[in-house]
T-cell receptor, first 114, second 115 residues
């Protein structure tokens, strides 16, 4: 089946630290891959995406590369800020019955301390 | 500007008492989705509408229904809430199908408590 596995949280870092949040997936076919972010009290927002193998998605200093050989899409940022504190969700797209939907991981809560 | 609005943000209902959650959008998007997110779990798609066409996920309980009276509004009805239905309910929209091209926009969610 189709599934997404994210590293367990919570993750606590100091400001300017390097961030990695691991994400691996299982899918039939060639899904698109996504990272969503949920800030406190808000809805999920698309952070970045990659639609084919070896694509790199990037936004706001975050990056993730679609690695087909390792079925991974790890999220990285070189220097985190307090404002990056949020829950991060990895997701893949699945096409079933003519419609497309997202399958999410459980989310990883990141806290960045000053 | 709010684009996907969910009301109320917090809802308390009694076991077995019908409850309706509301979602509205100012984006004029064709597709509207409802997700259920239980504590520390992944959001799970319940159903979606493409315009007026309704698509129910195979494992969505019959207890959950939805209505979309017009492009802007979509409702989630829980006919007889059980304690296991306590969760965050997320509404999302997209202009069309094709997630590689059309982003899903999420509302802030409604947290449902069942007493």
């Amino acid at each position: 089946g189709n599934s997404v596995t994210q590293m367990e949280g919570p993750v606590t870092l100091s400001e300017e630290a390097f961030l990695t949040i691991n994400c691996t997936y299982t899918a039939t076919g060639y899904p698109s891959l996504f990272w969503y972010v949920q800030y406190p009290g808000e809805g999920l927002q698309l952070l970045l995406k990659a639609t084919k193998a070896d694509d790199k998605g990037s936004n706001k200093g975050f990056e993730a590369t679609y690695r087909k050989e390792t079925t991974s899409f790890h999220l990285e940022k070189g220097s985190v800020q307090v404002s990056d504190s949020a829950v991060y969700f990895c997701a893949l797209s699945v096409t079933q019955g003519g419609s497309e939907k997202l399958v999410f991981g459980k989310g990883t809560k990141l806290t960045v301390n000053p | 500007d709010a684009m996907v609005i969910q009301n109320p943000r917090y809802q308390v209902t009694q076991f077995g008492k019908p409850v309706t959650l509301s979602c509205s959008q100012t984006l004029n998007h064709n597709v509207m989705y409802w997700y259920q997110q239980k504590s520390s779990q992944a959001p799970k798609l319940l159903f979606h509408y493409y315009d007026k066409d309704f698509n129910n996920e195979a494992d969505t309980p019959d207890n959950f229904q939805s209505r979309r009276p017009n492009t802007s509004f979509c409702f989630l009805d829980i006919r007889s809430p059980g304690l296991g239905d306590a969760a965050m309910y997320l509404c999302a929209t997209s202009r069309d199908f094709g997630l590689s091209s059309y982003e899903q926009y999420f509302g802030p969610g409604t947290r449902l408590t069942v007493t």
